[in-house]
Nanobody, 118 residues
Framework: QVVLVESGGGLVQAGGSLRLSCTAS????????MGWYRQAPGKQREWVAV?????STNYADSVKGRFTISRDKTTVYLQMNSLHPEDTAVYYC??????????????WGQGTQVTVSS
């Protein structure tokens, strides 16, 4: 079994910054795509950013120029700058991972709360 654990969420004023982390652990043979999603109260989950195993990155239009995704072997990060109240949401880590006992599969973290005050 693979477990993803997010950390780094919290309270921040508008215009401030936060850095989220997500670490994968378990019987991992390969990690392919890793990314971030978020879900605000009363809204559907939306994609935020993604990083491929080759290092390419992509961002949702709403966060371009403000957020930066980065990655090492087992951890993906999301540096969030110039935060807006609209960024308030639970942020979820997602990864497509191959284990030694199973084919590649999507895994999700439990989420970390980000609250941006105006």
């Amino acid at each position: 079994q693979v477990v993803l654990v997010e950390s780094g969420g919290g309270l921040v004023q508008a215009g401030g910054s936060l850095r989220l982390s997500c670490t994968a652990s378990g019987s991992i043979s390969a990690i392919y795509v890793m990314g971030w999603y978020r879900q605000a109260p009363g809204k559907q989950r939306e994609w935020v950013a993604v990083s491929s195993s080759g290092g390419s990155t992509n961002y949702a239009d709403s966060v371009k120029g403000r957020f930066t995704i980065s990655r090492d072997k087992t951890t993906v990060y999301l540096q969030m700058n110039s935060l807006h109240p609209e960024d308030t949401a639970v942020y979820y880590c997602n990864a497509h991972i191959k284990t030694f006992g199973s084919p590649p599969e999507d895994y999700w973290g439990q989420g970390t709360q980000v609250t941006v005050s105006s």
